[in-house]
């Protein structure tokens, strides 16, 4: 089946900074949708991408959908405290359920 | 608030018992969705529901486990004679069509 998998798991961020997280699927993806989890909080939606090289932008995070539609990234620029918490992305294997990937957990040191 | 609910958010349960959660999906919404997670792991899909119809139940749903939706509104999930690794956040997530919208999330544990 389906696997969505995210490097790093964890990074650890100097406030200010900037930082990437990896998403690779093992099939290709018809969309791509990330999510930001606060600690001790639910999945929040962030963004879906459906277009291949798509690149779409919130505030200080730029989200990138890969030409072949299995990779993803996720920019964050001049990190803040306000960023902490697991980014997962996650893909559709078909069209409603989701396929989650294991998560980068982001913690920011001030 | 019009974002999905779930009750309880918190059960401490003893090992064998019965447990029930209930899932408040965003109103006009058709589509409803279980799922659980465990410590450091992302969502995984345990059951799907369009209105009223069940339509797909991931293997990880053992006999153990029962989901409805009557009506196609809210839902309920089941887990009879509970064991200690059914430990786990089980989280309701509605949509309509696509971009799926989470509960907070009920945390089990079994003792």
């Known amino acids: 089946g389906q696997q969505v998998m995210q490097i790093p798991q964890y990074q650890h961020v100097q406030e200010g900074e900037d930082f990437t997280t990896y998403c690779n699927s093992s099939t290709t993806l018809s969309n791509i949708q990330w999510y930001k989890q606060r600690p001790g909080g639910h999945p929040v939606f962030l963004i879906q991408l459906v277009k291949s090289g798509e690149v779409k932008k919130q505030k200080r995070l730029t989200f990138q959908f890969g030409e072949a539609k299995k990779n993803s990234s996720l920019h964050i620029t001049a990190t803040q405290t306000t960023d902490v918490g697991t980014y997962f992305c996650a893909g559709p294997p078909n069209d409603y359920k989701l396929s989650f990937g294991a998560g980068t957990t982001v913690t920011v040191r001030a | 608030d019009t974002g999905v609910s779930q009750d309880p958010r918190h059960k401490i349960t003893k090992r064998g018992q019965n447990v029930t959660f209930r899932c408040d999906p965003i109103s006009e919404h058709n589509r409803l969705y279980w799922y659980r997670q465990t410590l450091g792991q992302g969502p995984e899909f345990l059951t799907y529901?369009?209105?009223?119809?069940?339509?797909?139940k991931s293997r990880l749903l053992s006999d153990r486990f029962s989901a409805e939706r009557p009506k196609g509104s809210f839902s309920t999930l089941e887990i009879q004679r509970t064991e200690q690794g059914d430990s786990a956040m089980y989280l309701c997530?509605?949509?309509?069509?696509?971009?799926?919208?989470f509960g907070p999330g009920t945390r089990l544990t079994v003792l």
């Open positions: 529901f369009q209105n009223e119809a069940q339509l797909e």
């Open positions: 997530a509605s949509s309509s069509p696509d971009t799926q919208y």
